[in-house]
């Protein structure tokens, strides 16, 4: 199997042609195929594949490093992008993808970086889905005997966001591992920390779901600006400061999409026997 790895800030892909080859991964394979001792290493394995609406140009699909299949990847998205340009799939410059979680819309713009319209967030618990009477902007969690309060949003995935002090001593591992698997988010949850610099800029360290923390998680940096704006401390344009890079987010607020810019990169062509 003929595969590229890609990262978009240091988020990392195995990212693979189903259109061109025959692709019938089990669960087991992927984790293989993830694994960065006995396989190749990677957040999330990326699928390419034939469009399944008529105004759309392809279909990508997101499994995590655990198997699992997901609605929604950000970074990921701006890799399937700049994949499908590289290998000559397309030469578009704004490109239409079906994903589990609707439409997404990508634009290459001058600087060589690339835009998606992640679509509307969405708010109401259980959409996102999170086991709740009803929407507030921040929820409350016991995890280890503390008291955590989290504001919680669907970007198609669900996320969970805590606004902390100073993020590099952010419980990541122990809290969001524990938050991921909280009983509150019957399929589970990212968790990211949020450190707030300004109307404008913010710190962000994300613990992802089924695949512990990574250097950066685009749909995490939509979710942490929805979220600081709806608590009135983020403007509607706001740099994210991930590990592994810079993000640029922009949300008009409730019933409009959210912007999200930013880079992808390839790192080289691969073979594996599976
Ligand atoms: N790294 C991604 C998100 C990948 C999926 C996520 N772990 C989930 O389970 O929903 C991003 O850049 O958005």
Not at 33 to 49: K, M, P, S, T
Not at 165 to 172: H, I, L, S
């Amino acid at each position: 199997m003929n595969f590229t790895k890609m990262h978009g800030l240091g988020n990392d892909f195995v990212v693979i042609d189903a259109i061109n080859q025959a692709i019938n991964l089990t669960a087991a394979q992927i984790r293989f195929i993830a694994d960065r001792h006995f396989g190749v290493g990677c957040d999330q394995l990326l699928l390419v594949e034939r469009p399944v609406s008529g105004n759309a140009d392809f279909k990508y699909r997101i499994f995590n490093a655990d198997g699992g299949e997901v609605a929604q990847c950000g970074n990921g998205a701006r890799c399937f992008a700049r994949f499908v340009r590289d290998k000559k799939l397309s030469d578009k410059d704004e490109i239409t993808v079906d994903t589990d979680a609707g439409q997404l819309v990508l634009r290459f713009d001058d600087a060589g970086l690339i835009t998606v319209n992640m679509g509307v967030p969405r708010h109401a618990p259980e959409q996102i889905p999170l086991l709740m009477p009803k929407e507030a902007r921040l929820y409350r969690a016991e995890i280890d005997g503390g008291i955590f309060e989290f504001a919680a949003v669907s970007m198609g995935n669900p996320h969970a966001v805590i606004r902390v002090e100073d993020v590099r001593q952010a419980p990541v591992e122990t809290v969001g591992a524990q938050l991921e698997r909280h009983k509150l988010f019957p399929q589970r949850v990212n968790v990211g920390f949020m450190e707030v610099l300004s109307r404008r800029e913010i710190h962000l360290r994300v613990y992802e779901r089924g695949a512990a923390e990574t250097l950066a998680c685009g749909s995490g940096a939509c979710a942490a600006v929805v979220a600081g704006i709806e608590q009135n401390l983020l403007d509607d344009k706001v740099g994210v400061n991930l590990p592994g890079g810079h993000l640029m987010i922009e949300w008009a607020g409730r019933g409009n999409p959210v912007f999200m810019s930013g880079p992808a990169e390839s790192v080289y062509e691969g073979q594996i026997r599976i």
